[in-house]
T-cell receptor, first 115, second 112 residues
Framework: DVKVTQSSRYLVKRTGEKVFLECVQD?????MFWYRQDPGLGLRLIYF???????EKGDIPEGYSVSREKKERFSLILESASTNQTSMYLC??????????????FGPGTRLTVL | EDKVVQSPLSLVVHEGDTVTLNCSYE??????LLWYKQEKKAPTFLFML????IEKKSGRLSSILDKKELFSILNITATQTGDSAIYLC????????????FGGGTRLMVKP
């Protein structure tokens, strides 16, 4: 079974703090993704990575950065957290192949509150 | 820009009812359409559809794609309280990293 884990289920931070969200997958997947999910807006892609050290901006990258130093780990960084970044953050991974690679496997999510 | 629209936004039914969830899309290059179920935490994969008119079925859930009219439906028959969840539709187009475009989701609540 594919397993995607995220470092924290719940996180509370203050405005201006630097925040690290970590994601680890154990299926040797090439692709990894960070989404945020807000009521009424669905899942929105922040960044994705299709290889180590490679990253691509998604729909809403502003205020975020990412790091992929190892294949299994994809980190999301909020350089200076703001209240509008309060959200549920979901990490996902998928394999490279077409078809089967479309299926993304999700972690349990991190609910981040910025005060 | 690829776009996915789901309807209804939310739905409340009683156990035993049949529901149909809708997903319409606009895409430049279609590859597949996926359905996910999200309960309290991570979305879990339900179906992947690539061809028109071929029904995918899993127990009481089924889904079909119409590539001419650009929509998909997810049917749930004999609903149970355990079907209460957000159902997400996502579109895959050929691009780097197998990026998905998600719809806003349909929140289904099944009352006993």
């Amino acid at each position: 079974d594919v397993k995607v884990t995220q470092s924290s289920r719940y996180l509370v931070k203050r405005t201006g703090e630097k925040v690290f969200l970590e994601c680890v997958q154990d299926m040797d997947h090439e692709n990894m993704f960070w989404y945020r999910q807000d009521p009424g807006l669905g899942l929105r892609l922040i960044y994705f990575s299709y290889d180590v050290k490679m990253k691509e901006k998604g729909d809403i990258p502003e205020g975020y950065s990412v790091s992929r130093e190892k294949k299994e780990r994809f980190s999301l960084i909020l350089e200076s957290a703001s209240t509008n970044q309060t959200s549920m953050y979901l990490c996902a991974s998928s394999s490279l192949g077409q078809g089967a690679g479309d299926t993304q496997y999700f972690g349990p999510g991190t609910r981040l509150t910025v005060l | 820009e690829d776009k996915v629209v789901q309807s209804p936004l939310s739905l409340v039914v009683h156990e035993g009812d049949t529901v149909t969830l809708n997903c319409s899309y606009e895409v430049t290059n279609f590859r597949s359409l996926l359905w996910y179920k999200q309960e309290k935490k991570a979305p879990t994969f339900l179906f992947m559809l690539t061809s028109s008119g071929i029904e995918k079925k899993s127990g009481r859930l089924s889904s079909i794609l119409d590539k001419k009219e650009l929509f998909s439906i997810l049917n749930i028959t004999a609903t149970q309280t355990g079907d209460s969840a957000i159902y997400l539709c996502a579109l895959s187009a050929p691009n780097a990293g197998n990026m998905l475009t998600f719809g806003g989701g349909t929140r289904l609540m099944v009352k006993p």
